[in-house]
Structure formats: C-alpha cells, structure tokens
C-alpha cells in the first residue's frame, strides 16, 4: 500500500510558476505509475499528467501541455509537477495518485492511492 503527501501549492500571480511535489511511503514506489489530478470548486476531478513506472513516458492534459511538465525521482520515492505560465483556470486542489496499470491512464478508479491533496490558487 502506497502513502502519498503532497506540498508545494500556494498562491501565485497569472504567468508565475509552481512546483508541486509528493512524496511516496510504503510498496517500492517505482511499481507504480503516476498522475497529478485537479478538482477545482463545484468542478468534476480531471486529469492533468502521467508518468509511467520508469519515467519515460509522460502525458498531459491538453489544458496544461506545453505549460505544465511531470517528473519522478525512484531513488527519492517523489514525483513532481512543474507548472508554468499559470492560469486562473488553473486553480484547483491538486492530487497526486498512484496506479499498478502500465499503460498510460486517465481514468480516476485506476488510481488506486490517493495524496490529501495541495490548493492551488492563480490570481489574475
């Protein structure tokens, strides 16, 4: 069973940048793939990016590619969400969550552990 904290949300200006980070506890973490989901208020929790088990493939929302980069570290048990030229529309609880499929996943019930999450906010 996995454990998952994440840190480093916070408020931030349109344009600024963010690194969001969470740290993984229990079963050897590089069994698992990983995504960063948002809910933002009255909102559904969607996808934003995933990366698989050894950190070669990656995918992303196509609200945030281009703008957003994920990246893990197996050694340190972390893996990481880099936000750049932040929206508004970018605010949103964000939550890490970890999954034992292979393949690529957007879908929320193949994620079998979930982080607390970390608030995100982008003033305009």
């Known amino acids: 069973q996995a454990q998952l904290v994440e840190s480093g949300g916070g408020l931030v200006q349109a344009g600024g940048s963010l690194r969001l980070s969470c740290a993984a506890s229990?079963?050897?973490?590089?069994?698992?793939?990983m995504g960063w989901f948002r809910q933002a208020p009255g909102k559904e929790r969607e996808f934003v990016a995933f990366?698989?088990?050894?950190?070669?493939?990656?995918d992303y929302a196509d609200s945030v590619k281009g703008r957003f980069t994920i990246s893990r570290d197996n050694a340190k048990n972390t893996v990481s969400l880099q936000m750049n030229s932040l929206k508004p529309e970018d605010t949103a609880v964000y939550y890490c969550?970890?999954?034992?499929?292979?393949?690529?996943?957007?879908?929320?019930?193949?994620?079998?552990?979930w982080g607390q999450g970390t608030q995100v906010t982008v003033s305009s």
């Open positions: 990366i698989s088990r050894s950190g070669v493939s990656t």
């Open positions: 969550a970890a999954t034992l499929r292979r393949l690529r996943t957007s879908l929320l019930h193949e994620y079998a552990y």
């Open positions: 229990g079963r050897t973490f590089s069994s698992y793939a």
